[in-house]
């Protein structure tokens, strides 16, 4: 059975204090590796796939990065408006063409002033 | 703009009464799901459709059932054999052959039954 643990469960920042979002996970065979934003009452809203080992990608004041058994999500000088919770998601390879992910619980970031 | 519409956004239902949210999408997109959020736990996938007149079960769709009979809808109905629906469910789609992967969301339902 696939699994997403994700820490810490909730992160108090202030603003301009960098820091990071682990997400540990085991797959039967990794396909991809999703990480989304979800704000209050909002649906989730995609921030970047990483396919293997050692990818990283970047937006703004974050970047996502990937090994074989976690991911991060480093959040560079954050600002009040990133604050939101962070999801992460793997899908298997032996999911098919369907988009089937398995979800953390996320981890609900707040920055402040 | 292109996305995904659930209605309604609030939804107060009695016990034993059956309640059916609406989700459509002008993405043109083949696949379709169906997701439920608590607090605490991860997204949990209800139902999903890669085609239309086509639909299969996730890990909890006892106390559920959709259908699938046009590209743009995927409507879903809380029946009320299911035993805990106070929920906030989201609806979700994304392109089979595109290969990323990619689940874009609407912007939830929340149900309460009172």
């Known amino acids: 059975e696939d699994q997403v643990t994700q820490s810490p469960e909730a992160l108090r920042l202030q603003e301009g204090e960098s820091s990071s979002l682990n997400c540990s996970y085991t797959v039967s065979g990794l396909r991809g590796l999703f990480w989304y934003r979800q704000d209050p009452g909002k649906g989730p809203e995609f921030l970047f796939t990483?396919?293997?080992a050692g990818e990283e990608k970047e937006k703004e004041r974050l970047k996502a990065t990937l090994t074989k058994k976690e991911s991060f999500l480093h959040i560079t000088a954050p600002k009040p408006e990133d604050s939101a919770t962070y999801l992460c998601?793997?899908?298997?390879?032996?999911?098919?063409?369907?988009?089937?992910?398995?979800f953390g619980t996320g981890t609900r970031l707040q920055v402040t002033l | 703009d292109g996305g995904i519409t659930q209605s309604p956004k609030y939804l107060f239902r009695k016990e034993g009464q059956n309640v059916t949210l609406s989700c459509e999408q002008n993405?043109?997109?083949?696949?379709m799901y169906w997701y439920r959020q608590d607090p605490g736990q991860g997204l949990r996938l209800i139902y999903y459709?890669?085609?239309?007149?086509?639909?299969q079960k996730g890990d909890i769709a006892e106390g559920y059932s959709v259908s699938r009979e046009k590209k743009e809808s995927f409507p879903l109905t809380v029946t009320s054999a299911q035993k805990n629906p106070t929920a906030f469910y989201l609806c979700?789609?994304?392109?089979?052959?595109?290969?990323?992967?990619?689940?874009?969301f609407g912007e939830g339902s929340r149900l309460t039954v009172l």
């Open positions: 998601a793997v899908q298997a390879w032996d999911t098919g063409t369907a988009s089937k992910l398995t």
């Open positions: 993405l043109n997109h083949d696949a």
């Open positions: 459709s890669q085609i239309v007149n086509d639909f």
């Open positions: 979700a789609s994304s392109g089979l052959f595109d290969n990323t992967g990619e689940l874009f």
């Open positions: 990483l396919y293997s």
